[in-house]
T-cell receptor, first 110, second 114 residues
Framework: RKEVEQDPGPFNVPEGATVAFNCTYSNSASQSFFWYRQDCRKEPKLLMSVYSSGNEDGRFTAQLNRASQYISLLIRDSKLSDSATYLC???????????FGAGTRLAVHP | EADIYQTPRYLVIGTGKKITLECSQT?????MYWYQQDPGMELHLIHYSYGVNSTEKGDLSSESTVSRIRTEHFPLTLESARPSHTSQYLCASQGTGIANYGYTFGSGTRLTVV
């Protein structure tokens, strides 16, 4: 079983739609959680950290469920520019090395 | 804006050549990482370092080697390039403190071995 699992998609949604991505992780000792965004042929960039209480940044909302070892990302009012791959990222071990999920592809169409 | 730099951005080289991919960061981060990523595929960790003179192999076996003689510099070397080494190589660094655990990535080196 992979340490971080994501639905690979692709999710094809129209502009203005709300879309949610899910991610599960296997290490119950993980403490830090992130969502990264990667555009085609570019480097991953930090989208947002995920906090225990859940957090929101504009149209993006991240949730963490430690009991189920589950992280989610909700995107409201999707824009064409949101088209990218979204990577779920979890820390592991004492040195806080990060484990990247394989990513979920989102395609927003007009 | 980026504080982590990779050179070259693109490299086309013949089989059997020795190459070094450069990665430098100006943030004073102790932890640095090298990932390999093929188009449309997931990231694979190939090397990492937790400080000067510390290097470890990652999850994906790689014929490359790394060195960490200075905090800011983490070069990756292929002694004899092969077509199977064609890929994108991404370098990342990581800060300390819970607010800084996220990785910052360089722009990558896209390597083609012909």
């Amino acid at each position: 079983r992979k340490e971080v699992e994501q639905d690979p998609g692709p999710f094809n949604v129209p502009e203005g739609a709300t879309v949610a991505f899910n991610c599960t992780y296997s290490n119950s000792a993980s403490q830090s959680f992130f969502w990264y965004r990667q555009d085609c042929r570019k480097e991953p960039k930090l989208l947002m950290s995920v906090y225990s209480s859940g957090n929101e940044d504009g149209r993006f909302t991240a949730q963490l469920n430690r009991a189920s070892q589950y992280i989610s990302l909700l995107i409201r009012d999707s824009k064409l520019s949101d088209s990218a791959t979204y990577l779920c990222v979890v820390n592991i071990g004492g040195y806080n090395k990060l484990i990247f999920g394989a990513g979920t592809r989102l395609a927003v169409h007009p | 804006e980026a504080d982590i730099y990779q050179t070259p951005r693109y490299l086309v080289i013949g089989t059997g050549k020795k190459i070094t991919l450069e990665c430098s960061q100006t943030m004073g981060h102790d932890k640095m990482y090298w990932y390999q990523q093929d188009p449309g595929m997931e990231l694979h960790l190939i090397h990492y370092s937790y400080g000067v003179n510390s290097t470890e192999k990652g999850d994906l076996s790689s014929e490359s080697t790394v060195s960490r003689i200075r905090t800011e510099h983490f070069p990756l070397t292929l002694e004899s390039a092969r077509p199977s080494h064609t890929s994108q190589y991404l370098c990342a660094s990581q800060g300390t403190g819970i607010a800084n655990y996220g990785y910052t990535f360089g722009s990558g080196t896209r390597l083609t071995v012909v």
